[in-house]
C-alpha cells in the first residue's frame, strides 16, 4: 500500500435538509441521497508524488441510503494535475491505499456500482470553511454554491457546528446551506438549499489525522 496524506478543505452539498441525517447513522430524509462534494488539496502527497494545490470533485447518486448500496459516481479531477497526479487522486478517491473503511473515500467506494470514467476539467473552486461560503463551477458539468443558514425572520446568519471526535471524514464541520446543479455529463443532480458541510481535512491512509 502505498501511503497517502493531505491537508484541505472541503464543501460538500447533499439533499437531505440542515444537520443531513446520515452524520448520526440514520437514514437520509429523502430516502435517497444526490451528494456534489469538492476538496481542495493544500498540502498532499500520495508517496512521492505532491498533491498542493489540485482539486477533486465527486458527484453522487444512491437510490436508498448510502449503505444500501447501489451508487453512482462521476469523479472530476482537475486538469493541472499531470499524469501522476491524476492516477494519485483517482486512487484516493476510490478508497485504494487506504485501511479498510478507515475514510470517507473507502466507505462511499464500497457502496458504489457505477463508477463513471473520470472527467479531468479545469475547475474553479472557492471554500472558506469558517465563514460558511463557497463556490464550485465545473463549465459543462456542475455549478454549486454555498453559504450561511439565514434566520427566515430577520436574515441573520445562523451558526452551526458538527463535532464527530471518531468520524471517518472530518471532526469539526461548520453547516450551511448549498445549491447545487448539473449542467452536462452522465448523472443529473439538482439540489436546492439544502445541507452543507464546510470542514477543514485532515486525511491519510489510516484514516483522519487528529489533533493530539
Excluded at 18 to 38: I, R
Excluded at 52 to 79: A, C, N, Q, R
Amino acid at each position: 500500500m502505498t501511503y497517502w496524506e493531505f491537508t484541505g478543505r472541503e464543501l460538500v452539498n447533499c439533499t437531505c435538509e440542515y444537520g443531513c441525517n446520515c452524520q448520526f447513522m440514520a437514514l437520509p430524509d429523502k430516502g435517497h441521497c444526490h451528494a456534489v462534494a469538492a476538496i481542495q488539496i493544500d498540502q498532499g502527497r500520495h508517496g512521492d508524488t505532491q498533491l498542493d494545490g489540485l482539486t477533486m470533485v465527486g458527484i453522487f447518486k444512491w437510490p436508498g441510503p448510502i449503505h444500501e448500496g447501489s451508487g453512482e459516481v462521476l469523479p472530476i479531477v482537475d486538469e493541472r494535475a499531470d499524469a501522476a497526479q491524476r492516477e494519485a487522486i483517482l486512487k484516493i478517491m476510490s478508497g485504494q491505499d487506504t485501511d479498510p473503511f478507515a475514510t470517507v473515500f473507502a466507505v462511499f467506494a464500497s457502496t458504489i456500482t457505477t463508477f463513471h470514467e473520470p472527467v479531468f476539467a479545469p475547475i474553479e473552486f472557492e471554500v472558506d470553511v469558517a465563514g460558511r461560503q463557497g463556490r464550485l463551477s465545473i463549465p459543462g458539468y456542475v455549478e454549486m454554491t454555498g453559504q450561511p443558514i439565514r434566520n427566515p425572520v430577520t436574515g441573520a446568519e445562523s451558526r452551526a457546528q458538527i463535532v464527530l471526535p471518531d468520524g471517518f471524514e472530518y471532526e469539526v464541520a461548520n453547516i450551511g446551506s448549498a445549491s447545487s446543479r448539473t449542467i452536462g455529463g452522465p448523472m443529473n443532480v439538482e439540489i436546492d438549499s439544502k445541507y452543507a458541510q464546510f470542514a477543514n481535512l485532515h486525511l491519510s491512509s489510516h484514516g483522519v489525522v487528529r489533533a493530539t
